[in-house]
């Protein structure tokens, strides 16, 4: 009876132990499948960074689906999204249009060194070169930013390469002529308040919070319009003429809308990202698209269409897979 009895405890515990293993296995199996992406945004104050929260938000909620796991990083903004794609530390990244066309052309920043495999995915929001200026240090114009302390941005930013631009437009020299300071956008708004500054460019989507921190404060201040573009956007065919609506702030001086320039949103991966990971990502913003637009006040100009708008560099075929499918290509 005893052996009996054995020998059935054996075949018990085989056929378990036969039963959990597949499980395990595919336990593992899905682990091994996990793909953990990170999205290079820019300063928190920015639009960039909700809108690779925004991004992480819609694709997380597939997790289990894909297998896809999002993670935001704040990050210097599009030279240092653009580098760290190439370099692996990124997956993804928030880049400014014109930043796009530059490294995939080899200029400026990547002068001599083209990054060829930069792939775009899909354009987001418009970005405005917005010049703020305080009200007592009498600039009204770009011209009267000459002997004022201007600050331009921090290396490695976009908005500093669109406030060059903006000033040599003017023909206003960015280092003789002015009083740069090469700050974070973040810190530009209390500068300003602080009249430890004039003024500040930024390139950003409106409203921002950082404008709305800028114009609130005790010293007031007024956007300047930015006026003298019509030979820049003809030389560069990622600029664009734009405008500041006046009653995004009611706490500037401005009563009409305010004329400038600008860029777009893009967002960017490296061709050595797996096809089936950007098809993911692509199909969870655009299935998602309302829900997208209701995450940020910037998003409500935006269209499907216009979503494939202002792309520089090559699409990645996980994307065009997508866009394919959904009859938009």
């Not at 935001?72 to 997956?91: K, P, R």
């Not at 973040?186 to 300003?192: D, E, H, I, V, Y």
């Amino acid at each position: 009876m005893n052996r009996w009895l054995f020998l059935s405890m054996v075949v018990l515990f085989t056929v378990a132990a036969g039963c959990t293993q597949p499980a395990d296995k595919e336990t593992t199996d899905t682990k091994k499948r996990t793909a953990f992406v990170t999205i290079g945004t820019g300063d928190i104050t920015g639009v960039y960074y909700p809108t690779g929260g925004a991004i992480a938000k819609i694709v997380n909620k597939k997790r289990e689906t894909y297998g896809i796991r999002t993670t935001v990083e704040a990050t210097i903004g599009s030279v240092y999204n653009v580098n760290a794609i190439m370099s692996g530390d990124l997956e993804f990244g928030i880049v400014q249009s014109d930043r796009q066309y530059q490294a995939i052309n080899g200029m400026k920043e990547w002068d001599g060194a083209p990054q060829k495999d930069l792939r775009a995915v899909f354009s987001i929001h418009p970005e405005s070169v917005t010049l703020l200026a305080a009200v007592d240090a009498d600039i009204k114009t770009i011209s009267d930013l000459k002997g004022k302390q201007v600050n331009i941005g921090n290396p490695g930013s976009g908005q500093r390469g669109n406030a060059i631009d903006a000033l040599e437009a003017a023909g206003i020299n960015w280092q003789t002529d002015i009083k740069a300071k090469s700050v974070e956008a973040a810190k530009a708004p209390g500068l300003l308040q602080d009249k430890k500054i004039d003024a500040f460019f930024y390139t950003v989507g409106h409203p921002s919070s950082a404008f709305k921190e800028a114009t609130s404060g005790s010293r007031p201040t007024r956007f300047v319009a930015i006026t003298e573009i019509d030979d820049l956007i003809r030389r560069f065919p990622y600029y664009a003429k734009s405008y500041i609506p006046a009653g995004l702030y009611p706490g500037a001086a401005n009563e009409e809308d305010n004329p400038t320039f600008g860029v777009k949103a893009t967002f960017c991966t490296s061709a050595k990202m797996p096809d089936d990971v950007v098809y993911a990502i692509t199909k969870e913003v655009f299935e998602n698209f309302e829900e997208f637009k209701r995450l940020h006040p910037a998003y409500q100009v935006i269209t499907k269409k216009s979503m494939l708008e202002g792309l520089s560099a090559p699409l990645h075929p996980g994307a065009v897979r997508y866009y394919k499918e959904a009859g938009l290509m």
